[in-house]
């Protein structure tokens, strides 16, 4: 780390991925949307981890995340984002609708809209990873509303990062983000529909045993299978967790329940797919085609391809 960025910031960030066995492999000042001040952070599991094993952390240069009511979430979230760092690639996921995308270029912290919208956005892109180097994506503009904003400790990254990209995957789900080679950026609204004040928990799908049975097989042969080089993967990521709706000690239970079956190799929290998983490859590609189809609408067809007197 650079001797001229030692900041306070970079001190109590120091001390809290220690904390958790991560290692700080860069520091260096960044600026917001506003053009505010931001320390922008690598973190690896080593000194000599690859770039692709290592979590990117911008932060606004003034936090103070000591406080007793942020440093509890953000130890919370370096913790998960360490034992994440283990799958082989860490920043992607799949849907339920049967999508693996990878999450990057997030421009933390949250800023004001400048459209006038009373809203706190956050910008990024999600990829489509589907082992062929496909070149589909989408930019996204992820809204916060006002009313919402009051439920989050602080509009920074390691407070936000998991309901956002839940939120995304929802929104892919629902199939109002549409993945382009190229394109403007889409929106994604976070609400209060996505969570409940009386349960203090957010709510992204419902789901049954089964279906998250399901998801865990997707996850591992998408992950692990096809983009992984059959390494495996965490299999309770609370993150997952919160987008199916239950909890990471159902999901470690429906892994079992899913090795049994001889469709994981289970490795304590950690899974590979078998061989009758890697046999379900065309059912799971052509979930994925019919995934993207219902993302691409139908009604204005001529208006994509620019026939349009509008």
Same mark, same amino acid.
């Given at each position: 780390?650079?001797?001229?960025?030692?900041?306070?910031?970079?001190?109590?960030?120091?001390?809290?991925?220690?904390?958790?066995?991560?290692?700080?492999?860069?520091?260096?000042?960044?600026?917001?949307?506003?053009?505010?001040?931001?320390?922008?952070?690598?973190?690896?599991?080593?000194?000599?981890?690859?770039?692709?094993?290592?979590?990117?952390?911008?932060?606004?240069?003034?936090?103070?995340?000591?406080?007793?009511?942020?440093?509890?979430?953000?130890?919370?979230?370096?913790?998960?984002?360490?034992?994440?760092?283990?799958?082989?690639?860490?920043?992607?996921?799949?849907?339920?609708?049967?999508?693996?995308?990878?999450?990057? =270029?997030?421009?933390? !912290?949250? &800023?004001?809209?400048? #459209?006038?919208?009373? $809203?706190?956005?956050?910008?990024? *892109? +999600?990829?489509?990873?589907? =082992?062929?180097?496909? !070149?589909? &994506?989408?930019?996204? #503009?992820?809204?916060? $509303?006002?009313?919402?904003?009051? *439920? +989050?400790?602080?509009?920074?990254?390691?407070?936000?990062?998991?309901?956002?990209?839940?939120?995304?995957?929802? $929104?892919?789900?629902?199939?109002?983000?549409?993945?382009?080679?190229?394109?403007?950026?889409?929106?994604?609204?976070?609400?209060?529909?996505?969570?409940?004040?009386?349960?203090?928990?957010?709510?992204?799908?419902?789901?049954?045993?089964?279906?998250?049975?399901?998801?865990?097989?997707?996850?591992?042969?998408?992950?692990?299978?096809?983009?992984?080089?059959?390494?495996?993967?965490?299999?309770?990521?609370?993150?997952?967790?919160?987008?199916?709706?239950?909890?990471?000690?159902?999901?470690?239970?429906?892994?079992?329940?899913?090795?049994?079956?001889?469709?994981?190799?289970?490795?304590?929290?950690?899974?590979?797919?078998?061989?009758?998983?890697?046999?379900?490859?065309?059912?799971?590609?052509?979930?994925?085609?019919?995934?993207?189809?219902?993302?691409?609408?139908?009604?204005?067809?001529?208006?994509?391809?620019?026939?349009?007197?509008?």
């Amino acid at each position: 780390m650079p001797a001229q960025f030692e900041t306070v910031l970079t001190t109590m960030l120091n001390t809290a991925a220690q904390g958790v066995g991560l290692v700080v492999l860069s520091a260096q000042a960044g600026t917001d949307f506003n053009n505010n001040p931001t320390a922008k952070f690598r973190l690896g599991l080593s000194a000599d981890a690859p770039a692709e094993r290592t979590l990117q952390l911008e932060l606004s240069d003034a936090f103070n995340f000591e406080k007793p009511e942020l440093l509890p979430e953000i130890t919370t979230h370096l913790r998960e984002a360490a034992r994440r760092l283990k799958n082989p690639q860490p920043d992607t996921y799949v849907t339920l609708a049967g999508l693996p995308v990878r999450f990057s =270029g997030f421009g933390w !912290p949250f &800023h004001r809209s400048t #459209s006038g919208a009373d $809203t706190h956005i956050v910008h990024g *892109i +999600v990829h489509l990873e589907d =082992g062929q180097s496909s !070149p589909l &994506h989408a930019k996204i #503009s992820a809204s916060m $509303t006002v009313t919402f904003a009051e *439920i +989050v400790p602080a509009p920074e990254q390691p407070y936000a990062e998991t309901f956002i990209y839940n939120a995304i995957r929802k $929104t892919l789900d629902w199939g109002q983000l549409e993945l382009l080679k190229s394109g403007n950026r889409q929106p994604v609204p976070v609400t209060t529909r996505f969570y409940s004040r009386w349960q203090k928990k957010f709510f992204f799908a419902d789901t049954t045993d089964a279906s998250r049975m399901d998801y865990l097989a997707l996850k591992v042969y998408w992950l692990s299978g096809v983009l992984g080089g059959n390494q495996p993967v965490w299999i309770s990521d609370p993150r997952d967790a919160q987008y199916l709706n239950t909890t990471a000690e159902e999901l470690a239970r429906m892994a079992a329940d899913l090795s049994r079956q001889g469709i994981l190799s289970l490795t304590e929290d950690a899974a590979a797919p078998t061989p009758a998983l890697l046999a379900r490859g065309e059912q799971y590609h052509a979930k994925l085609a019919e995934a993207l189809a219902f993302t691409k609408p139908e009604f204005n067809e001529e208006m994509r391809q620019g026939h349009t007197n509008m």
